[in-house]
């Protein structure tokens, strides 16, 4: 499919590169084109009429740029927005989540996905890092929507198995344009000390990075240093879990001799600012990450606790928290936190062609609306999307040259409607209201 969106601002992401005004011709599932207005090649321009476009676009001065990747989710948790609220963690999870877990089926996680997969597109995300119980029913529903989707698996003592996770790395990682896998657990917490160790020897043997949930509460250090002496990230490094890189999710409470495991480990932070104040879990220290040369990426967490699966909210939020814990309002610039909540997401997940907008790379376009009154006047396009952006700002979402969401109507396959009515029937059976 020919794609011409024309009359744009562009911002590619590309680093020391500004907006400028131009066009992006997209073929297939990825860009074919891409220049400034005033650079368009004569030999371009003759050729251009000569295209059979299946879409013109006219952008009318609207902003393309990389899509946003949300770099931590638990997709099919939409099942407990709201019924799970004002609890703290250990409590949330024991009283809360893990009981309703419990009862769901394949089924269950597929419609529950497909209705986060909606508040994705509507929120300009093109890609997810989901981790969550049922991953097949996840990758199903991802690929009936068009929706980008980085599968980790989330080993731990009460579900999945180490023989089940090999399994799901390799069907995955070859299997659909859409879907890939990374190695990965719950948390040192969730898990026996003989499951990390076998994981450990999985990561070795594919030389793959692996993630995990890891120091997200003061009380969750504390109790591996009572079981272990040391913290999380100490632990885990002796495990030798990060000696091909990988991820940490949430990274609260972190040393400097932690973040020193980081950075010599190149172990990406994915920061979740929304979910740790609601669950109290406190600030993460984003600014001492950045300074340190950490690469930090951004997550929504699940719907259970955000409630919303929002990139706007959580851009915000970590600018905003960054300045508030270290008392600085410079300590955390925003086109810094641009690129957590894009280029970074993409490095995290190893989704190295979906990372900026440039020729060959995957065609992973969002559009925002510059005339709506929160993004006027513009004096910094990039920074009123951090301070003053809303998912209201999006127009257009595209996926692997798929426009999967404009004007606010959706182009995935099925009505809204009719998944609001299965999942809603989903939480009744849960909740016992049948």
């Not at 019924?83 to 949330?92: K, S, V, Y």
């Amino acid at each position: 499919m020919n794609i011409r969106l024309y009359n744009a601002r562009i911002l590619t992401m590309e680093k020391n590169r500004p907006i400028f005004e131009g066009e992006i011709w997209v073929k297939n599932e990825k860009i074919a084109y891409i220049a400034d207005t005033a650079e368009l090649s004569s030999e371009w321009t003759k050729e251009m009429p000569r295209i059979t476009w299946d879409f013109e676009i006219d952008c009318k001065g609207n902003l393309l740029m990389p899509g946003f990747k949300d770099a931590h989710t638990h997709s099919a948790m939409t099942f407990l927005r709201s019924l799970a609220d004002d609890m703290p963690l250990q409590q949330w999870l024991e009283e809360k989540v893990f009981p309703a877990e419990e009862k769901l089926t394949y089924d269950d996680v597929y419609q529950l996905t497909k209705l986060a997969i909606l508040e994705y597109l509507s929120s300009g995300i093109t890609a997810i890092f989901d981790m969550y119980k049922i991953p097949d029913a996840t990758a199903e529903a991802c690929m009936d929507m068009g929706m980008r989707c980085v599968l980790v698996s989330g080993l731990n003592k009460n579900t999945s198995s180490l023989e089940q996770t090999e399994q799901e790395f390799l069907k995955w990682n070859k299997k659909h344009p859409l879907i890939s896998y990374q190695l990965g657990f719950h948390a040192e917490y969730t898990c026996t000390e003989e499951q990390i160790y076998r994981l450990s020897q999985l990561a070795h043997r594919y030389k793959a990075p692996v993630y995990m949930h890891l120091a997200e509460t003061a009380k969750e250090v504390e109790e591996c240093k009572m079981r272990h002496g040391v913290t999380p990230a100490v632990y885990l490094d002796n495990m030798g879990i990060f000696d091909f890189g990988g991820g940490a999710f949430h990274c609260v409470h972190m040393t400097q001799y932690d973040m020193d495991v980081f950075t010599r480990n190149r172990v990406h932070v994915i920061t979740n600012p929304a979910s740790n104040m609601k669950l109290a879990s406190g600030i993460a220290p984003v600014a001492a990450f950045d300074k340190q040369k950490i690469s930090v990426a951004i997550g929504t967490d699940g719907a259970a606790s955000n409630n919303s699966l929002d990139m706007f909210k959580e851009m915000y939020l970590t600018a905003t928290l960054s300045k508030i814990r270290e008392k600085d309002a410079a300590s955390l610039d925003a086109m810094r936190v641009l690129r957590m909540a894009t280029v970074h997401g993409a490095k995290a997940m190893r989704l190295n062609k979906a990372d900026v907008l440039a020729k060959g790379k995957l065609a992973d376009i969002i559009m925002i609306d510059l005339h709506k009154p929160n993004m006027q006047p513009l004096h910094n396009i990039e920074k009123s999307l951090v301070y003053s952006g809303s998912k209201d700002n999006v127009l257009m979402t595209m996926i692997g040259g798929k426009i999967l969401y404009r004007n606010g109507e959706y182009n995935v396959g099925e009505s809204i409607e009719s998944t609001y009515a299965k999942c809603e029937a989903i939480v009744k059976r849960i909740m016992g209201e049948e």
